[in-house]
């Protein structure tokens, strides 16, 4: 089975600062990595799919990047409503599973 | 407009029975897959399992097989959730979701708002 090791698993960060968030596949999963955020009580929100591909309706302040094992999730100005939970998220159909990273929770420093 | 709404929050004691539901609307039903996700309090996202519409083909996370049952009725474009037996560690946020396409790679842009259930004595 794949595993998602995402990091770091909570980041302090100013308003306007640049954040990152880092997702590594235990195997080569080309590029089939998504990105969820979640506020809480809500429902997540996709906003990354295909690693680098942009949700519609999705801030442009949102971007992803990487192949095979590694990944980055970056949003480059941070904003107050940012704040959340993000996941990264990977699907393998041998076996069938949807696999989730740990989550990074985000907070205003 | 594609929705995902789910039925209410449950409060059960140990050992009951209980099946929460997710109602699709605003796309074709039987063609695309519907997830189920689980969130304990405080935790992160789990996934329990997959069933497509069309033919009741169903894909259990290994950590969920035997504990649950999904199933679906097509005429009420409804997919379920359902335990036999609760125990105090079901308690928490399920969550459904579609996927974008049905190779499920692209992730889920679509989900239910969540049913919290609560098991307790």
């Known amino acids: 089975d794949i595993q998602m090791t995402q990091s770091p698993s909570s980041l302090s960060a100013s308003v306007g600062d640049r954040v990152t968030i880092t997702c590594q596949a235990s195997?080569?999963?080309?590029?089939?990595l998504n990105w969820y955020q979640q506020k809480p009580g809500k429902a997540p929100k996709l906003l990354i799919y295909?690693?680098?591909n942009l949700e519609t309706g999705v801030p442009s302040r949102f971007s992803g990047s990487g192949s095979g094992t590694d990944f980055t999730f970056t949003i480059s100005s941070l904003q107050p409503e940012d704040i959340a939970t993000y996941y990264c998220?990977?699907?393998?159909?041998?076996?069938?599973?949807?696999?989730f990273g740990q989550g990074t929770k985000l907070e205003i420093k | 407009e594609v929705q995902l709404v789910q039925s209410g929050a449950e409060v059960k004691k140990p050992g009951e029975s209980l099946k929460i539901s997710c109602k699709a609307s605003?796309?074709?039903?039987?063609?695309?897959?519907i997830a189920w996700v689980r969130q304990m309090p405080g935790q992160g996202l789990e996934w329990m399992g997959l069933?497509?519409?069309?033919?009741?083909?169903?894909k259990y996370s290994p950590s969920f097989e035997g504990q649950v049952t999904i199933s679906v009725d097509k005429s009420l474009r409804t997919a379920y959730l359902q335990w036999s037996s609760l125990k105090a560690s079901d308690t928490a946020m399920y969550f459904c979701?579609?996927?974008?396409?049905?190779?499920?790679?692209?992730?889920?842009?679509?989900w239910g708002q969540g049913t919290l259930v609560t098991v307790s004595s």
């Open positions: 195997q080569d999963i080309s590029n089939y």
């Open positions: 605003g796309y074709s039903f039987s063609s695309y897959w």
């Open positions: 069933i497509y519409p069309a033919d009741s083909d169903t």
């Open positions: 295909d690693a680098f």
């Open positions: 979701a579609r996927p974008r396409l049905n190779d499920l790679l692209t992730g889920c842009p679509f």
């Open positions: 998220q990977h699907y393998d159909n041998l076996p069938p599973m949807y696999t």
